[in-house]
C-alpha cells in the first residue's frame, strides 16, 4: 500500500507503518520552508494545498491534526484527490458531545495574522513547535455530514470505550472516509 501520513509521532502505529510500509510517506508542515522539500526527514506538506500527484494513495492517516487545520474544507478535498479510487482517509478528532454544529475558535489570515473568535485560545503540544498548535475548531456531531459534502466520500465514525487498554472517557472517535470512485 501507499500511505501517507501528516503529522506522525515517534510511536505505536506512526513508528510501525514507518517499519514495515516500503511506500510510507511521513509529512510535517514547516510553513516557512518550500511545500514537497524534506525537512527534519520529513516530507514538507500543507494539508490544505498539497504537492502530492492525483491518485497517489491508498491510505492517508492524520491522528489528532483536524483540529489544528485553518480550512478544513481543503484539506478534505485534497485528500479526496489524492486518494486512489477504494482508498481510505482515517483520522481521529475530538468530537464535543454538546455540540450539534462545529465551532469555528480561530482563523489564520492571509497576512498571517490570527483572528481568535473565542476569548481564550486554546493550544495542544506540537512535536515540531513549542509554543504548541493552535485548535482553530472543536468540532461536533455535524462533522460527518460536513466532510460528505466537501469530498464525497462516505464517512463511518467508530467510537471506543476499551478498559483493558484504558481508551475510556471523551474524544476517541476515530472517523474513516472512504473515496468511491
Known amino acids: 500500500m501507499s500511505i501517507h501520513e501528516s503529522s506522525p509521532s515517534d510511536r505505536g502505529i506512526s513508528r510501525k507503518l514507518s517499519r514495515q510500509c516500503t511506500d510510507y510517506i511521513a509529512t510535517q508542515f514547516f510553513p516557512e520552508m518550500r511545500l514537497g522539500s524534506i525537512v527534519s526527514g520529513f516530507r514538507n506538506e500543507n494539508l490544505e494545498a498539497q504537492t502530492f500527484d492525483d491518485q497517489r494513495f491508498d491510505l492517508v492517516i492524520t491522528l489528532d491534526v483536524m483540529e489544528h487545520v485553518n480550512q478544513?474544507?481543503?484539506?478534505?478535498?485534497?485528500?479526496?484527490?489524492?486518494?486512489?479510487?477504494?482508498?481510505?482517509?482515517?483520522?481521529?478528532?475530538?468530537?464535543?458531545?454538546?455540540?450539534?454544529?462545529?465551532?469555528?475558535?480561530?482563523l489564520y489570515k492571509p497576512d498571517?495574522?490570527?483572528?481568535?473568535?473565542?476569548?481564550?485560545?486554546?493550544?495542544?503540544?506540537?512535536?515540531?513547535?513549542?509554543?504548541?498548535?493552535?485548535?482553530?475548531?472543536?468540532?461536533?456531531y455535524d462533522l460527518p455530514e460536513r466532510i460528505y459534502s466537501w469530498s464525497a466520500m462516505d464517512v463511518e465514525v467508530r467510537r471506543f470505550h476499551d478498559h483493558h487498554f484504558g481508551i475510556i472517557g471523551d474524544f476517541t472517535e476515530v472517523y474513516i472516509c472512504r473515496k468511491l470512485t
Open 72 to 106: 478544513p474544507e481543503s484539506v478534505l478535498k485534497e485528500v479526496a484527490r489524492t486518494l486512489k479510487p477504494g482508498g481510505a482517509y482515517v483520522f481521529t478528532v475530538p468530537t464535543y458531545k454538546g455540540k450539534t454544529d462545529s465551532e469555528r475558535r480561530a
Open 112 to 140: 498571517g495574522s490570527i483572528d481568535h473568535l473565542v476569548p481564550e485560545p486554546e493550544y495542544h503540544g506540537n512535536p515540531i513547535s513549542d509554543s504548541g498548535s493552535l485548535v482553530t475548531f472543536h468540532y461536533g
